[in-house]
């Protein structure tokens, strides 16, 4: 198993571009999640997912958009990118067993300039 | 709302020495409690993790005791190693959504 992949792992944007993160995991996991994380901040809930077709939002979603189409991708979409934006942004998936044990993604790292 | 607090700032100290930091929680009902631990450049990984009041996590020499009374979870090791530099996170989910709450991490650095 590969586990859970993330692309691109480095990214560079200009204010107002958009663009996708993709994530996507091969153990069958219905449960994936996205998080940003910023110094000093730890990490944070953007969007989550109990499902394909299913999403909902997490603590911080303003200025992103996801969609679960398939139980194995899961794609966070940035609108309008802003420099507020610039973060390492981590896809995490889990079978909603084992007490919410959650598998992370090696990272993004976005810059927005 | 669900939180988790770790103590301030970075962690330094020496390869054999004992390591501590301290995580407490706020939550509504009985969350389960895990420490995840970030390498540098890499992602999380699940260190250990306590799924009810009193028991006890541990894995590659770190253990961490669920401590209801004291909404408390904090994470020890006995004797460290240059290779445990990295991030801790404190983290805990309740109920069925799945959802994690992290604590801001502490940067650990052993020095040889």
């Known amino acids: 198993n590969a586990g859970v992949t993330q692309t691109p792992k480095f990214q560079v944007l200009k204010t107002g571009q958009s663009m996708t993160l993709q994530c996507a995991q091969d153990m069958n996991h219905e449960y994936m999640s996205w998080y940003r994380q910023d110094p000093g901040m730890g990490l944070r809930l953007i969007h989550y997912s109990v499902g394909a077709g299913i999403t909902d939002q997490g603590e911080v979603p303003n200025g992103y958009n996801v969609s679960r189409s398939t139980t194995e991708d899961f794609p966070l979409r940035l609108l309008s990118a802003a420099p507020s934006q610039t973060s390492v942004y981590f896809c995490?998936?889990?079978?909603?067993?084992?007490?919410?044990?959650?598998?992370f993604g090696p990272g993004t790292r976005l810059t927005v300039t | 709302g669900n939180s988790v607090t770790q103590m301030e700032g970075p962690v330094t100290l020496s390869e054999e020495a004992f390591l501590t930091i301290n995580c407490t929680y706020t939550a509504t009902g009985y969350p389960s409690l895990f420490w995840y631990v970030q390498y540098p450049g890499e992602g999380l990984q699940l260190l250990l993790k306590a799924t009810k009041a009193d028991d006890k996590g541990s894995n590659k020499g770190f253990e961490a005791t669920y401590r209801k009374e004291t909404t408390s979870f904090h994470l020890e090791k006995g004797s460290v190693q240059v290779s445990d530099s990295a991030v801790y996170f404190c983290?805990?989910?309740?109920?069925?959504?799945?959802?994690?709450?992290f604590g801001k991490g502490n940067q650990v650095v052993v020095i040889p």
């Open positions: 983290a805990l989910s309740e109920g069925g959504n799945n959802r994690l709450a």
């Open positions: 995490a998936s889990s079978s909603g067993q084992e007490a919410h044990e959650q598998y």
